[in-house]
């Protein structure tokens, strides 16, 4: 009981270091990755961040040989968003994050995680147009079972720090498969009718550019098929950014 209050008297008199909310080590490398530098994220965990460099696919952000207009992967994804742009690939430090966010309970990690976006979502022009983010819905059964849905999450404390209203306008009609473990025909297949627009939302989003905004996008079907649903309403277009994208097909 004297040790704890001991320990009390010692934080309110010598208040501790902040600490990373990834790895709880102290901030003070925080330099490392100055642009970062809200994430609340030191530099050791920051330094371990693999961003996406060229060349890749102008269309969908995959990495490929040399730089491309649109690559084979979105050739099974015409007519439906303009551009993917994402923080870093799912693997690493992402990965961990993104984990622990979801699975582990960690829910601490999704302000730095939404920062983290906001600052790269910041630097891509062909996003400064945008009238709303759109998360990626999960159904009601996945919602019960996980208590809250990452890409809403992800997509409020980037409309927070950017100004941008967020905007529930997809519903998910089916309970889909989890996509991680399907082929890219399946993942088209489990999707193709996942999605409908909220009616109530419709003519606020007419005509105008909408962000659809998820975790993680791997093949990109979901976005595909989510895109089509906001552009059959009249959506004027809809680029996709995401926390990270997945490096398998």
């Known amino acids: ?16 270091e902040p600490q990373c909310a990834h790895c709880a080590g102290p901030m003070h490398s925080d330099f490392f990755h100055k642009e970062y530098r809200g994430a609340g994220l030191c ?14 696919c102008k269309r ?81 059964e996945k919602l019960v079972q996980r208590g809250f849905n990452q890409a809403e999450e992800l997509a409020l404390e980037l409309g927070k720090n950017l100004g941008i209203p967020v905007v529930n306008a997809i519903k998910r009609e089916q309970n889909t498969a989890i996509q991680s473990k399907l082929s890219k025909r399946e993942r088209l297949d489990n999707v193709r009718d ?14 105008k550019d909408v962000i659809l905004i998820d975790d993680v996008v791997t093949t990109g079907a979901t976005c595909h098929y989510a895109a089509r649903e906001l552009l059959s309403v009249g959506v004027s277009k809809v680029n996709v950014f995401a926390l990270a994208l997945g490096v398998n097909n």
């Open 1 to 16: 009981m004297l040790s704890k209050l001991a320990g009390e008297m010692m934080d309110l008199f010598l208040p501790r």
């Open 43 to 56: 530099g050791n965990c920051l330094r371990q961040l693999e961003e996406i460099i060229p060349p890749y």
């Open 60 to 140: 969908c952000g995959k990495s490929t040989q040399r730089q491309v207009a649109q690559c084979p992967n979105c050739e099974s994804l015409r007519d439906s968003f303009t551009l993917v742009r994402a923080v870093g690939y799912h693997r690493g430090l992402l990965q961990e994050m993104l984990h622990q966010y979801k699975f582990v309970g960690k829910r601490s990690l999704g302000p730095s995680l939404g920062r983290i976006m906001a600052t790269e979502l910041i630097g891509h022009r062909d996003y400064s147009n945008a009238a709303a983010l759109i998360p990626i819905p999960l159904h009601g």
């Open 194 to 207: 996942a999605f409908t627009v909220e009616p109530s939302e419709v003519k606020k989003l007419q005509g």
